[in-house]
């Protein structure tokens, strides 16, 4: 996500429809369709066809508008919509902070999980309306829905901390969360 303004803002009343999975007053607001995620899924043959056949849309981020500067503290809800690219669950791309800096994520409602990966171990918190996750600094995150309803939290992060989605495109996660048997099950992915 790019973002405008240097200039602080004023204090800001932001309300959050947790239905819609929108803020008010609104900033950016960004949808990620399944072209978006080319690289991410393990079975390529599979997201190539769901290109093909009608490109769905696996998650929107729909922000305030606290600007990603330095100093300030931009926040977003996350809708990942159910579904998987043959089991492998819908998630986001996954990103690290060039700047380690921690990251808080709310669940807000539906259920899913947080992945994260510092290179050498995995982590993953199960997410669900009223649970906190706390990424530390420097633990590569994403997120992806576990269930059959939209799952949606709000980010709340450091806007000068950057985003590396190429860290994650190079090195993965060090899981993939697939659903199997009727379960849930996260998969060594070495690299
Ligand atoms: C930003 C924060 C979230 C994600 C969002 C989409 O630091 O972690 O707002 O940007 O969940 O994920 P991704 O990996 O596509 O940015
Ligand atoms: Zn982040």
Redesign the pocket.
């Known amino acids: 996500m790019s973002h405008f303004s240097a200039t602080p803002l004023d204090p800001l009343l932001v309300t959050m429809d947790i239905a819609a999975g929108r803020m008010s007053p609104p900033g950016p607001t960004m949808v990620?369709r399944m072209a978006d995620l080319e690289g991410l899924f393990a079975d390529q043959a599979a997201w190539a066809r769901s290109v093909e056949s009608d490109n769905p849309v696996v998650?929107e981020?729909s922000s305030s508008p606290v600007p990603e500067v330095p100093r300030e503290l931009p926040h977003?809800i996350?809708t990942i919509f159910p579904g998987a690219c043959s089991n492998e669950l819908y998630m986001?791309?996954?990103?690290q902070?060039p700047d380690p800096q921690g990251?808080i994520y709310l669940g807000l409602s539906g259920v899913g999980g947080l992945l994260m990966y510092d290179g050498t171990r995995t982590e993953w918190l199960e997410m669900r309306p009223g649970t906190i996750g706390y990424i530390p600094p420097g633990w590569a995150?994403?997120?992806v829905n576990t269930h059959d309803e939209p799952y949606r939290f709000l980010?709340v992060?450091p806007g000068g901390a950057g985003?590396d989605y190429g860290w994650v495109l190079k090195h993965g996660m060090g899981s993939r969360v697939v659903a199997r048997d009727g379960g849930v099950h996260l998969l060594p992915d070495p690299r």
């Open positions: 990620r998650y981020v977003s996350t986001t791309k996954g990103h902070h990251e995150h994403r997120s980010a992060y985003h």
